[in-house]
């Protein structure tokens, strides 16, 4: 079981950068790896763009910037794009990122954030560049996201929307289970159904 979805509150960490792929996310070099460990591929999450090819820290980027923290990432339009790596969404969880903010996403990266305990939320575009407008403000401004109720609300100015996400996908998230601990949550009532057919 992982830990139980509901309302999230924090400062938000910018990317205003569109059309970003999986591969930014997680450079293919990466994909050696066969178990998933969570710190790995968080600590390499945006690896090229956080380091510079001799090892040092890129002091421009987002991620070294100290103003900036928090379990939200803002991102830019058409996020998760190109091939379909689920360990684009491993990194993402693994730096610690609960949600991902975007006016789109690609949709295998989304499917992959949500089997990996991280909330895709698709906002308009006006709602997305007024965050980064807020965030560039005030770093330490918070964003809410209530999942029970399906609104993010920028607390700058106090707007919200409302966003969709899949009720099943919803359901696992705010009770922290994944697609077996359904089922295992669900044995009897699969067991009575077979029962039935029989």
């Known amino acids: 079981m992982k830990q139980k979805f509901n309302i999230i509150t924090s400062t938000c960490i ?16 990466f994909l050696k790896a066969t178990t998933r460990d969570e710190k790995f591929f968080g600590d390499n999450l945006f690896r090229d ?13 987002v991620l070294n910037n100290p103003k900036y923290s928090g379990q939200i990432l803002v991102a830019g339009k058409n996020f998760g794009s190109g091939s379909s790596r689920e360990h684009a969404a491993w990194a993402i969880a693994g730096y610690g990122f609960r949600v991902v903010v975007s006016s789109f996403f690609a949709d295998i990266h989304k499917n992959n954030e949500l089997n990996n305990f991280v909330l895709p939320v698709v906002v308009s575009e006006e709602f997305l560049k007024e965050l980064f407008a807020s965030i560039e403000a005030d770093p330490q401004m918070e964003v809410e996201v209530n999942l029970p109720a399906q609104t993010i609300t920028n607390k700058a100015t106090g707007k919200s929307e409302t966003f969709e996400i899949n009720a099943y996908k919803k359901h696992c998230l705010m009770n922290g289970l994944d697609d077996i601990d359904f089922l295992v949550e669900n044995k009897d009532k699969i067991e009575a159904f077979e029962k039935a057919r029989n």
């Open 14 to 29: 910018p990317l205003p950068l569109e059309n970003v792929d999986t591969d930014q996310i997680i450079p293919a070099r």
């Open 49 to 61: 763009w956080r380091y510079h090819p001799d090892g040092s820290l890129n002091k421009d980027f």
